[in-house]
C-alpha cells in the first residue's frame, strides 16, 4: 500500500478523506446586472447608495452600469485620496453626488487601517482599508505595510437627509468586513432598500449568518453570487418593528 492510500484508510477511519483539487473556473451569473437593469426600465427615479466605494474602479460592480444608464447615486468613501480620484473618475456624470465621510453608529472621527501608499505591494492593496486591522492580514498584508488614518464618520440616516435621499433601489456595500454592520445600521434606521449587494468574503462565518438572520428579518430574500450576496426585498413586504 501507498503511503498516500495508507493516509487515506487512516483518515477515513476518523470521517475524513483526501480528494484532489480541481479548479473552476469564476464566472458567477450576472444576477445584480440583471436586477438593476429591470428596475430601471420600470423606475426612471431608481436611486442607489455606495458605501466603500472607494476610486470608482476598482474591483466596483457599478461601475459599467452607471456609465450605460446614467442613474442617480450616493457614493461614499471615507479615505481623503481615494475620494478625489472617485470624483475625477466619474466627472461625466452630473446626476452622481460623493461623500467623504465612514458610515459609523454616532458622529466623529474613527481610525481605518491601510496600506502604505509607499509599500511594495500588488496595486490593488493600495485600494483596500478596514476598521479591523485583522482584514488586511488576512488577506496577506504584512503588518509593516499598514498605517492608521483618521477619518470623519457619520450615520447613515443623517447623511441621506443631508443629501435629501428617499427611497433607495440599491445599496452597493464594499467595506472589507464591516459590510454587516452599514447593512444594520440601514435596517435598523428603517431604511429599506429595494436590493442590498454586499461582500460577504470577508464576513467570518456567525457574522455571515447574523447578516442573513437579519435579512430574512426584515424580509429580504438572497443568494450568494461570486463573493457577493445579492439581496432583494419583496415590493409588499411592510417594515417590520426592528427586535
Not at 33 to 62: C, K, S, T
Not at 65 to 94: M, S, V, W
Request: charged share 20%; net charge negative.
Amino acid at each position: 500500500m501507498s503511503i498516500r492510500s495508507t493516509i487515506r484508510a487512516a483518515l477515513r477511519q476518523t470521517g475524513f478523506d483526501i480528494v484532489r483539487y480541481v479548479p473552476e473556473m469564476d464566472r458567477p451569473f450576472p444576477v445584480l446586472p440583471m436586477l438593476v437593469r429591470e428596475r430601471l426600465a420600470r423606475n426612471p427615479d431608481f436611486f442607489f447608495v455606495q458605501v466603500g466605494a472607494n476610486d470608482g474602479i476598482l474591483d466596483d460592480p457599478l461601475r459599467e452600469l452607471i456609465h450605460t444608464h446614467h442613474f442617480p447615486g450616493l457614493l461614499i468613501e471615507p479615505l481623503p485620496d481615494l475620494f478625489e480620484q472617485l470624483k475625477r473618475n466619474y466627472q461625466d456624470e452630473p446626476q452622481l453626488v460623493f461623500a467623504n465621510v465612514a458610515i459609523l453608529d454616532r458622529e466623529g472621527s474613527v481610525q481605518i487601517h491601510r496600506v502604505r501608499s509607499e509599500a511594495d505591494v500588488p496595486e490593488h492593496w493600495h485600494g483596500i482599508a478596514s476598521f479591523n486591522r485583522a482584514n488586511l492580514l488576512s488577506q496577506g498584508v504584512l503588518p509593516e505595510h499598514i498605517k492608521v488614518e483618521s477619518v470623519m464618520g457619520t450615520t447613515f440616516g443623517s447623511l441621506l437627509a443631508q443629501h435629501g435621499v428617499g427611497a433607495i433601489g440599491l445599496l452597493q456595500v464594499d467595506t472589507e468586513g464591516y459590510d454587516y454592520e452599514v447593512i444594520k445600521a440601514a435596517l435598523t434606521a428603517g431604511i429599506f432598500p429595494e436590493m442590498i449587494n454586499y461582500e460577504h468574503c470577508w464576513l467570518v462565518p456567525h457574522v455571515r449568518l447574523a447578516c442573513k438572520q437579519l435579512l430574512h428579518q426584515h424580509g429580504y430574500q438572497f443568494v450568494e453570487v461570486g463573493k457577493d450576496t445579492v439581496a432583494v426585498r419583496a415590493a409588499s413586504e411592510s417594515a417590520p418593528v426592528a427586535a
